[in-house]
């Protein structure tokens, strides 16, 4: 069956990276987009992009094209998002969801930045 | 970026009654290709979304038939029938007609 694994739960600190995976099985994976999702806590969906990846060219919305770097391991059917000099607002949950339309999503990463 | 606007922001209904949500857009999801990408999502508490309907009226694999959706243009509904308590949670509305995808700010639907 389809599945999308993330990782688990981070705490991090504001300055620090981190980089959030998202193992896909149970299809091919470069047939399908993968797109990248946040929700910070007791709030809505909010999009912050995809990437191609048959070419692994990323595409980010207005909010996320400065600390955001999408990616991939092909080989490892797995998807990335990293977030570099983390800040306090970037405290959320992210998903990552299979495909233009997206029917498949991971269960999600909690990201906690705090001092 | 299109806006999507969700009406109403919360729903109290009764087991067995029906709900309706509406998602109306600031410019038109048809797509130049004339198909129409505007989906529907539940949250249920604690869990990831899970699609409902794509394309405006198409159920996804495994949804009931309680749940339909329709519209056209910049307006578009959401119906649940015989509402059970597995269907509490947060509905959204997301258009991927035009770039960025954007997503309605959601509706609770709660128990009465």
């Given at each position: 069956q389809i599945q999308l694994v993330q990782s688990g739960p981070e705490l991090k600190k504001p300055g620090e990276s981190l980089k959030i995976s998202c193992k896909a099985s149970?299809?091919?994976?470069?047939?399908y987009a993968m797109q990248w999702v946040k929700q910070a806590p007791g709030k809505g969906l909010q999009y912050m992009g995809w990437i191609n990846t048959q070419t692994g060219k990323p595409t980010y919305a207005d909010d996320f094209k400065e600390r955001f770097v999408f990616s991939l391991e092909t080989s490892a059917s797995t998807a990335y998002l990293q977030i570099n000099n983390l800040k306090n607002e970037d405290t959320a949950t992210y998903f990552c969801a299979r495909g233009t339309t997206p029917a498949y999503w991971g269960q999600g990463t909690l990201v906690t930045v705090s001092s | 970026d299109v806006v999507l606007t969700q009406t109403p922001v919360s729903l109290l209904i009764s087991l067995g009654g029906q709900a309706s949500i509406s998602c109306r857009s600031s410019q038109s999801l048809v797509h130049s290709n004339g198909n129409t990408y505007l989906h529907w999502y539940l949250q249920k508490p604690g869990q990831s979304p899970q699609l409902l309907i794509y394309q405006v009226s198409n159920r996804f694999s495994g949804i009931p038939d309680r749940f339909s959706g329709s519209g056209s243009g910049t307006d578009f509904t959401l119906k649940i029938s015989r509402v059970e308590p597995e269907d509490l949670g947060v509905y959204y509305c997301l258009q991927?007609?035009?770039?960025?995808y954007t997503f309605g700010a959601g509706t609770k639907l709660e128990l009465k």
């Open positions: 149970g299809y091919t994976f470069t047939d | 991927r007609t035009h770039n960025p």
